[in-house]
């Protein structure tokens, strides 16, 4: 075994000098994940089309940011792990500061807010940097420590983490703060967390919950209390779930038909574009469209742990498994959501739902996985 | 400071961690993206029906579809209660986000007043079914629809409606007869079948537009509409059409109402126009009448407290509800009673020497010739109204004898077939007494009931109907106002829902007759005043109602008693003789006599429906102008 893994790595390099490298090295880029998430995207667009009621602005305008996002996952996957580790910091204290403007502006009397805005130029949700800024943070402090990491490295990891993601959830952003801190946790959890400190830390989440829930906004709780009992306000805060379940449900194996699921196309699914998208997708195209997509979805999560696994060295890895594992945390959030297991976060559907912010961040992290996997070199002193 | 690392073992020993871990992740994400899959699986496979339904009752909407009401004609074929369009504001309060801002934007839009608003607001909480339109306001003027289609963006759920208003083209004069339709309350709404009257707004409150509801309103229709999560409508799935209500056709001649109507000009009082072959009731009036128009679009409280304290008591519907001593109107029913009983007959004359006595009892129980008629036999009796006559015919007949033969006429219960509201009106007997009052029937009561005074009491409508049968030599024929209802006809036989009055001589019915037709045309007739140019045979009585009893030896005086307290006059009558065409019985409230002020309007109403146009020359009412100053009862 360690002899193998070590003969792997130590070939690589060479075929990097001594062959011709492929086209696709040169690009840095992995044309099955590429594959995968083209197809994804493709038929995103095509479920896209239906849910935003056949508006061919939307879908363009979807397009167009898709070819944003590729285009920065291009980029991204040109600098080599060793670059984007140096710059790691920089970005994470940038984040930091613009979640701390972003709070001060709050306090300012602006209500709540999650977007920086320099008006006509550019608006920017800092919380979308810190999905990849605080894992990359994370990993950037741990690789350089013996691992499995210390009581004291993960002390330094909790302030790391717990930092911005205090900061994300008085925005309040509940969902992103906690993906944000799923992200980073993935890190150590990779990195080879002992299962002692696992253990102690879920009975420490456990007792912490009862915390959480006194500490959450008022519409936080109604969404829980609502997700545990929908029909207490069919009406009202249930609506969602309820119409969702029923889009979904009414679909069946083989779903209406494209453009004819009449929960989507008659309003009756609300941000059925965006967040519910998935229940657009269950109704119109049936189990067997939901199937498909979940398939697309796992398929993506393997290759991508497969590419993590190729690293180098150990930042790559840990950051590359950690993106992969929460765009899997993505997908499972919002089609538990749909379909009426998990409460009301406002989590798109990876790729799917209607946004640019969303797209771009997942595809610079897939360019940061890409950049991993095609980056080879000797390993470093 | 910086701590040394072993590179080669610790690499090794974290690309071994790291791979069982995302092992580890690996399933992991298999295993949840399997518990997805599960859940898939049940709401796709094991519930989509369930969720089938849920989504077709999203989808799909019921919506009544509410049937036009039937109209209303006379018997001559003329309209009288139509339906007009008018624009109705509802709103349907589910789709409401706030319902105050919306009606402070309407009232600001629609330009309304304070009271107004109060009725706006009091309307826009009464319960309704959920998703159905509510009633904010009817008869939208055009300025205020087109002012309401502006601003419609601003007013989710609000819509303005086309919708078919009653309207009655003679309110005044059909007020009592028709009765009209409003506002379906709540009362109603919950004894209601809801699914007919889903999309109906209005409801027969009273009169014919009660009576005949169920025919009028007809069947409401319903259709399935598709719509989106905001409620409106996109396609129409399936319809059922609603089945209209029938149209109604009465009885009434509205030409004879009308008439019956300003004979009475602006008095109290009822007259109840009745064909003796059919039992149709060709007019009945109750005046004064009301405008029954503005209760369909809603009476504002001010008008309605107004109408109730109304000292004419406009709404009280006097044809069929009004009660009045019978008055010397008895006086050929008492006859026929005496003669079928065997205590009188026609030849037989008793003397009158200006009162009665009870044997045993000095009370004088006068005649109101205070010097009496002399010598007085049946036809004579009828014809000077004499009460000596009837005080005795009631003493030799005991008053459970005369009360018998009056309930074969009808009197003491409600006969009509289709008359909202009558009353049964009072049959004194000796049982009736002890029952209602505890007490013991008097001698003397007898007499009093011997000229239809004291317990008496019988509607104007009772009286026409006693008449009728009358008319008909015992005939029992069942008064009713709607002659067909839709296709269907309602005509006799009803006959036999009374028996018909049957004489031991079939000749007791001329001998009465004769009696009456000497009222009207006689020498001494105490409506002789009316006889002048009469062109047909005509059988009539006339009758005064007490208001109140006069002492033992007070002289009636009429210009001293205050109006409301003069008597009522009565009048009733058939014509022709030989095959009577219509019965009358005329009521006016206070009036004092009932041969000077009730017998000319009965003469009017008996030529205008008798003589052709232009042989009548409406000689009546020039008649009743003089105001001739007749004496008698």
């Given amino acids: 075994m360690k002899g193998l893994e070590w003969r792997h790595f130590s070939r690589s390099p060479s075929d990097g000098m001594g062959r011709k490298r492929s086209l696709w090295s040169r690009l840095h880029l992995d044309p099955w994940l590429l594959l995968l998430l083209l197809s994804l995207m493709g038929a995103g667009l095509v479920v896209l089309y239906s849910a935003s009621g056949m508006s061919l602005a939307v879908t363009l305008g979807q397009t167009s940011r898709f070819g944003v996002a590729l285009l920065a996952m291009f980029v991204i996957a040109q600098f080599s792990p060793g670059t984007l580790c140096r710059w790691t910091p920089l970005g994470y204290f940038i984040g930091v500061a613009m979640l701390v403007a972003v709070e001060v502006m709050g306090d300012m009397g602006m209500g709540a807010q999650r977007w920086l805005e320099i008006p006509g130029i550019i608006r920017f949700q800092p919380s979308e940097l810190m999905k990849l800024a605080v894992p990359m943070m994370v990993a950037t402090y741990l690789y350089k420590r013996p691992l499995p990491p210390s009581m004291r490295d993960l002390l330094v990891c909790a302030l790391i983490i717990g930092m911005p993601v205090m900061l994300i959830m008085r925005q309040p952003d509940l969902g992103t703060s906690l993906l944000v801190a799923c992200a980073a946790v993935f890190v150590i959890f990779l990195a080879g967390l002992s299962w002692r400190v696992i253990g102690l830390l879920a009975v420490l989440l456990a007792s912490a919950l009862p915390l959480l829930w006194f500490n959450m906004h008022e519409y936080q709780r109604q969404r829980v209390l609502t997700f545990l009992n929908p029909e ?23 779903g209406k038909g494209w453009g004819l699921g009449t929960q989507s196309q008659l309003e009756f699914l609300p941000e059925r574009h965006t967040d519910f998208i998935g229940a657009v997708l269950g109704e119109e195209w049936g189990l067997i469209g939901m199937l498909v ?35 899997f945390i993505y997908v499972f959030v919002n089609m538990g959501m749909v379909s009426g297991i998990l409460p009301v976060v406002g989590v798109p559907l990876p790729l799917v739902s209607f946004g640019g912010t969303s797209s771009v961040t997942l595809l610079i992290g897939f360019g940061i996985l890409m950049s991993v996997h095609t980056h080879r070199r000797l390993l470093p002193r | 400071m ?93 789709r409401v986000k706030d319902i105050d801002a919306t009606l402070d934007r309407l009232v600001d839009i629609l330009g309304l007043d304070e009271t107004q608003v109060e009725a706006f607001r009091k309307r826009s909480r009464q319960r309704q079914r959920p998703y159905q339109p509510a009633l904010l306001m009817s008869g939208l003027n055009e300025r205020q629809i087109a002012r309401l289609a502006v601003n419609r963006y601003r007013l989710p759920g ?59 309103h007809g069947q409401a229709g319903l259709r399935k509409v598709e719509t989106n999560a905001r409620g409106r409508v996109l396609r129409e799935l399936e319809r059922t059409p609603p089945e209209p209500g029938k149209d109604l056709t009465l009885t009434i001649d509205t030409r004879l109402q009308q008439m019956a109507y300003d004979l009475l000009d602006g008095r109290r009082g009822s007259i109840v126009a009745i064909q003796p072959q059919t039992g149709d009731i060709l007019a009945m009036v109750s005046a004064p009448g009301f405008n029954s128009n503005e209760f369909v679009t809603g009476i504002s409280y001010k008008d ?29 029913f008492e006859a026929l009673a005496a003669l079928q009983n065997g205590v009188v007959t026609p030849q037989e004359v008793i003397y009158d020497p200006g009162y009665y006595k009870l044997p045993n009892d000095s009370r004088h129980y006068r005649n109101w010739l205070r010097w009496g008629h002399g010598r007085v036999d049946l036809e004579r009796a009828l014809a000077v109204s004499n009460n000596t006559y009837f005080y005795t015919m009631a003493h030799r007949l005991g008053i459970d004898a005369l009360s018998n033969f009056m309930y074969k006429f009808g009197f003491g219960e409600v006969t009509s077939l289709d008359v909202q509201g009558a009353s ?24 009093s009931a011997g000229i239809g005074q004291g317990y008496w009491m019988v509607t104007p409508l009772q009286l026409a109907t006693a008449e009728a049968t009358l008319a008909n030599r015992g005939d029992w024929v069942r008064p009713h106002l709607a002659k067909r209802v839709g296709e269907t006809s309602i005509e006799p036989p009803f006959k036999n829902t009374k028996p018909d009055v049957t004489l031991d001589k079939e000749v007791w019915w001329d001998d009465v007759f004769n009696g009456m037709e000497k009222v009207v045309s006689g020498r001494e007739g105490t409506a002789r005043h009316i006889g002048k140019g009469l062109k047909y045979d005509m059988a009539g009585k006339s009758g005064t109602a007490q208001v109140f009893s006069l002492g033992q030896n007070q002289k009636y005086d009429a210009d001293e008693l205050k109006e409301r307290l003069r008597d009522h006059a009565l009048f009733t009558a058939f014509a022709p003789v030989d095959d009577p065409q219509i019965a009358i019985a005329v009521i006016v409230e206070n009036a004092g006599g009932g041969s000077s002020h009730a017998a000319g309007l009965a003469r009017a109403l008996a030529d205008e429906w008798l003589l052709p146009d232009d042989e009548n020359t409406h000689q009546a009412e020039e008649l009743i102008k003089e105001d001739v100053e007749v004496e008698g009862t």
């Fill in chain 1, 232 to 254: 207490s306000d069919p009406l009202g805060a249930g609506w969602n779930i309820i119409q969702s379940k029923t889009a979904i449900g009414s679909g069946g194996v083989f």
């Fill in chain 1, 293 to 327: 997509f979940l398939a697309l979805y796992v398929l993506i999560v393997g290759r991508g742990l497969f590419l993590a696994n190729t690293a180098q060295d150990t930042y790559g890895r840990l950051v590359g498994g950690s993106i992969v594992l929460t765009f």
């Fill in chain 2, 2 to 94: 910086r701590k040394r690392r072993d590179p080669i073992k610790d690499t090794a020993r974290e690309v071994r961690v790291f791979r069982s871990r995302s092992l580890l992740a690996a399933l992991l994400v298999l295993l949840m993206a399997g518990g997805l899959g599960a859940r898939l699986f049940y709401l796709q496979v094991v519930e989509h029906d369930v969720f089938t339904t849920r989504s077709e009752k999203n989808r799909v909407r019921v919506e009544p579809l509410p049937p036009t009401r039937g109209l209303i004609y006379d018997r001559q074929g003329q309209l009288v209660a139509e339906n007009r369009p008018t624009y109705n504001l509802t709103i349907v309060r589910e």
């Fill in chain 2, 158 to 216: 609000v819509e303005v409606e086309a919708q078919w208003l009653r309207h009655y083209p003679n309110p005044k004069i059909m007020s009592h007869v028709l009765g009209y339709v409003g506002r379906i309350n709540e009362q109603e709404l919950a004894s209601l079948d809801s699914g007919n009257y889903a999309g109906t707004h209005y409801i027969g409150k009273t009169g014919i537009e009660k009576q005949y509801e169920n025919a009028l």
């Fill in chain 2, 304 to 332: 309605y407290q107004s109408l109730q304290e109304n000292l004419d008591l406009p709404l009280f519907n006097r044809a069929v509800r009004g009660q009045y001593p019978i008055g010397s109107t008895i006086k050929p």
């Fill in chain 2, 424 to 447: 049964s009106g009072t049959v004194p007997s000796r049982e009736w007494k002890r029952e209602k009052y505890g007490q013991v029937w008097y001698p003397g009561e007898t007499l």
